[in-house]
């Protein structure tokens, strides 16, 4: 069901902003494809997902371009972060949201938190990994891995204590669903999670060019590649990541499931997201429908992916998505 939405004028602002840059990147495709993006970008841009019109069920914007035009070094995603939120017996697991390099949580989850606060999950979210005052300007996961694996293991602390729940599930995209794994695996994360899912994860890391590519993205933010220690720790073959994957890609106790695209243009090469050990699924979007040409910036956008992470989190209520198109950056 397609839903206008109420403009602000700082949205409409940032909305030509990104349409201008989007333009730009429009040219750089291939001639065969780019009149399939043109259009689907068009309708995209104009929608989104929305659930019945009950006063409990927030919209869902499957839009990457509208979702990144939110951000904010401090407001929460829609649905997130009630902290008076009591676990349910259908999702006895709160979800902890944890965005990626250069992100926050306001501009990451603006699909993925209401989607599942509507499912009547308890959800919260965290900013992490400022550093040199960057998240002053809402530009976060830049900071040393293992102090932002620190701040995730003090956020869970306090939702697990809030809401009395045994244990927690954790949604990363990029960064977020990479460096959990140091929390699981070194700073005793795995009593505290039943399943990470990741989509898009650094898990194996990317070349610089691609971590250029995602700056490119987030205003403000390539001028931080200078002081920027999650960059350089997420470089393929970089000493911070030998040491997470050594001894094992995965710890005991905990099911991870992480969803890829093909076009992944900043994990490179894409299958360089996918880990190998016990308890883990990889799931390549494409495999399942053609028409998902999503990104790396895409996924959280994605609606594909966005339900193979509810299977992921309640594999006895398994999601089964329509195979309709989904487009770089602006998702679908």
């Known amino acids: 069901m397609l839903n206008k939405l109420s403009y602000k004028p700082r949205h409409i602002r940032r909305l030509g902003v990104i349409y201008l840059f989007l333009g730009r990147k429009v040219k750089d495709m ?20 929305a659930g019945s019109a009950s006063a409990h069920t927030l919209p869902v914007v499957y839009n990457g371009v509208l979702g ?14 009630d902290w008076s939120c009591q676990p349910s017996a259908a999702h006895p697991r709160p979800v902890v949201l944890v965005h990626g390099t250069f992100a926050d949580r306001s501009n990451s989850w603006q699909a993925i938190s209401p989607l599942l606060h509507n499912r009547g999950y308890c959800v919260f979210a965290l900013n992490y ?7 002053a300007i809402g530009v976060y996961g830049v900071g040393d891995i293992s102090d932002s694996a620190a701040e995730l293991d003090s956020f869970v602390d306090q939702v697990l204590a809030a809401t009395g729940a ?4 954790l949604v990363g995209h990029s960064q977020g669903g990479m460096m959990p794994r140091y929390y699981l695996k070194n700073l005793g994360g795995a009593a505290e999670v039943n399943t990470l899912v990741g989509l898009s994860s650094s898990n194996h890391g990317t070349t610089l060019h691609g971590l250029f590519t995602l700056g490119s993205y987030f205003p403000g933010s390539n001028s931080l590649f200078g002081t920027c220690p999650a ?35 900043v994990v490179t090469p894409y299958t360089s997201a996918f880990l190998s050990g016990p308890g883990v699924s990889n799931i390549l979007l494409q495999s399942q429908c053609v028409l998902d040409l999503g990104d ?30 989904v487009v770089p950056l602006a998702g679908g």
Request: hydrophobic share 35%; proline share 10%.
């Open 30 to 49: 291939s001639r065969s494809l780019a009149p399939l993006f043109a259009a689907l970008l068009a309708a995209a841009c104009f929608a989104t997902n």
């Open 68 to 81: 990144y035009a939110q951000t904010h070094p401090t407001a929460s995603p829609p649905g997130a972060n």
């Open 231 to 265: 960059c350089e720790q997420q470089e393929a073959g970089s000493p911070f990541l030998t040491q997470l994957n050594a001894g094992g890609e995965t710890v005991p106790g905990v099911s991870y499931t992480v969803i890829q695209t093909r076009y992944d243009q």
């Open 129 to 135: 990994g400022a550093h040199n005052g960057s998240g």
């Open 296 to 325: 790396h910036l895409s996924m959280p956008y994605d609606h594909i992916a966005a339900a193979d992470m509810l299977t992921a989190l309640d594999p006895s209520a398994p999601a089964k998505p329509a195979c309709t198109p």
């Open 166 to 169: 045994a244990e927690v599930d």
